[in-house]
């Protein structure tokens, strides 16, 4: 443990190894490296600018850290276990690097405010990435609507079948809770971009830091007020996982649709070679993988958010060491979530086709127009509780005389009330019973294509 007394020569004996070990977090918060020279630059420079150090100083820190960097990107630079995390590795091979002048570097500065500039600075980072993620995604479903605004699908209340539906206003829901995360995720933006940097450990500094210039320089658009929330704050990466959870609950949902329009029972979609498997054993088989895939990493994103809350619900002010626990789940949930909308796009975009002619059987097969049966006599003036029952009856024998209500005859419709005309029978057509549904918002043709014009407009906005 050759750097084991970095930290003050009051330590005398070095540490146990396995404690070294159990204390370290740079295997994990290497991923922290280009943020923490990010920071580091901004900090030199302006302890050069402040007069805290010399100018020359500084630009000899700046010249080290970037080499540092391109060391890191080309796998030259991988700190081991000694070095207990990537703040001290960066320390140590700077000072390596530039001599004497590279432990400058960490005045008036703790590595409290550092890793928390550190954390903002990748989740920033990482946020527009998958706003962008989401972007591919919601345009994958607008594709798909677009072509498929007259195809027609049961519309399911309880799982039972309710009322036909387009199957563009289906997937549009999944572009509106879509919409709905990208929204999201643009406010937790900015409650992420606030600078912690010069809180110091707690307290802030002796030196006359410029803390606006450092949060400028790194593009934060506000500055922590308070140096103990500064360095213990975490509630931008809670609201992360949460909207990161939000986004899986809703891609879990869409998959497990997916599961089931994929079954036997269901065969409303044919999957793609390119995105199936097969089994090992039953050469019949063709399995939804990547939906059911994604619907099970929701539960490791899930439980992230789950872990932080209680990471934080006990922690007094200001930094704590169980802070470090911070970073795997939430580099986990960056992931796992990059990688679910990735797969899920093409999923959308090749791997799932539509079987319209299993859909047009479907929607003709049951009673899911029985409530435009009553609709039809309320519009003749029958009170709609009435009409309401009196559909009932007519399922009921209906379904006795093994019958659909197309193929009631009009003698039978005007046996069971006057009312009805030879109309009945356009008014109870699928394509007509979804036609109809035109009020703002609902599944008719007129309304979902206003959705898909007013989705696209959505679409351009970036911010
Ligand atoms: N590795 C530490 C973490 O991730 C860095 C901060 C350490 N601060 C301290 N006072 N020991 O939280």
Redesign the pocket.
Known sequence: MTQSNTWSERFESALNPAIAQFNA?IPF?IELLPYDIQGSIAHAKMLGQTAIIDEWEAQQIVQGLQQILTEYENGEFQPGIEE????FAVEHRLTAIIGEVGKKLHTAR???D??GTDLRLYLRDKISQIRHDLRQYQQALLDLAQTHVETLIPGYTHLQRAQPISLAHHLLAYWEMAQRDWERLGDVWKRTNVSPLGCG?LAGTTFPIDRHCTAAELGFEDLYRNSLDAVSDRDFAIEFLNASSLIMVHLSRLSEEIIVWASQEFRFVALSDSCATGSSIMPQKKNPDVPELIRGKTGRVLGHLQAMLVLMKGLPLA?N?D??E??EGLFDAVKTTQACLQAITILLAEGIEFRSQRLSEAVAEDFSNATDVADYLANKGVPFREAYNIVGKVVKTSLANGKLLKDLTLAEWKAIHPAFEEDIYTAIAPQQVVSARNSYGGTGFQQVRQAIEHAKLLMNENH
């Open positions: 977090s918060d207990e995390d990537v703040h703790s590595r409290n550092q890793v450990a930094y060491k802070l470090q911070d970073k």
